[in-house]
């Protein structure tokens, strides 16, 4: 049976910035650099194969870390949000296994096997002997987030669109936190200055990939 592995179905990056609480802290008379991170937009991707196709779409249109508070010791408390192109819109991704013609009896009643898991396009670590201090030896990389992996693909759960006579598969992970189960911040950072904040930045630098796979996810 061919693979059918769907690689980078939802791009979007992730940042730092203050949509829900601006990062603030006690300046001098320089006036803060600004810069503006464009987002990477991509339609629902597809790819074809004997059996059928996956397709992946989504309201997510970043995952934004910002501060846990505006106030107290939680003020510069890094936490990650995930953004919608409508903040009313709970976020939301939704995979499609539609089986072709060429597909066995089982695939277009039950659907096929999948697994799937989070992952980014760059490694987003930084050294401690930079800014940080949580104890690692000098200049050994920290991850800043927790993804999946290969050995942790999850599976999916299909729901039919017709329970007698299926034409297509979905699953849907729905809600900020059903997606932020599998993509965390490593620990807890508090930026309480500015000079950590700008190293914590520049360090958030990739993308959130996700990977839909039938068989071997490699």
């Known amino acids: ?11 979007v990056a992730v940042t730092i910035g203050g949509v829900y609480a601006t990062w603030t802290y006690t300046g001098t008379s320089d006036i803060v650099d600004v810069d503006k991170e464009v987002v990477v937009n991509m339609e629902a991707a597809t790819l074809s194969g004997t059996p059928g196709e996956y397709t992946v779409s989504t309201n997510i249109t970043a995952f934004d870390i910002t501060q846990a508070g505006t ?5 510069h408390l890094a936490t990650l949000r995930v953004l919608t192109d409508s903040q ?4 939301k991704i939704t995979i499609t296994f539609t089986p072709s013609t060429g597909a066995d009896a089982t695939m277009k009643t039950k659907g096929v096997e999948t697994q799937f898991y989070f992952t980014t396009s760059a490694p987003m670590t930084y050294d ?10 000098a200049a050994t990389p920290h991850k800043i987030l927790t993804v999946g ?3 942790t693909g999850h599976d999916l759960v299909w729901v039919p669109d017709d329970v007698d006579n299926p034409t297509k598969f979905t699953c849907e992970i729905s809600g900020e936190a059903a997606i932020l189960e599998h993509i965390k911040l490593t620990k807890d950072f508090i930026l309480d200055t500015k000079a950590k904040h700008d190293v914590f930045k520049a360090a958030a630098n990739a993308n959130i990939k996700l990977v839909v796979s039938d068989g071997t996810i490699t």
């Open 149 to 151: 992996s290969t050995a």
């Open 128 to 137: 401690s002997d930079n800014i940080f201090t949580f104890g690692a030896t």
């Open 88 to 91: 009313n819109t709970a976020p």
């Open 71 to 75: 106030a107290g010791a939680e003020f």
């Open 1 to 11: 049976m061919k693979k059918l592995t769907l690689l980078i179905a939802l791009i």
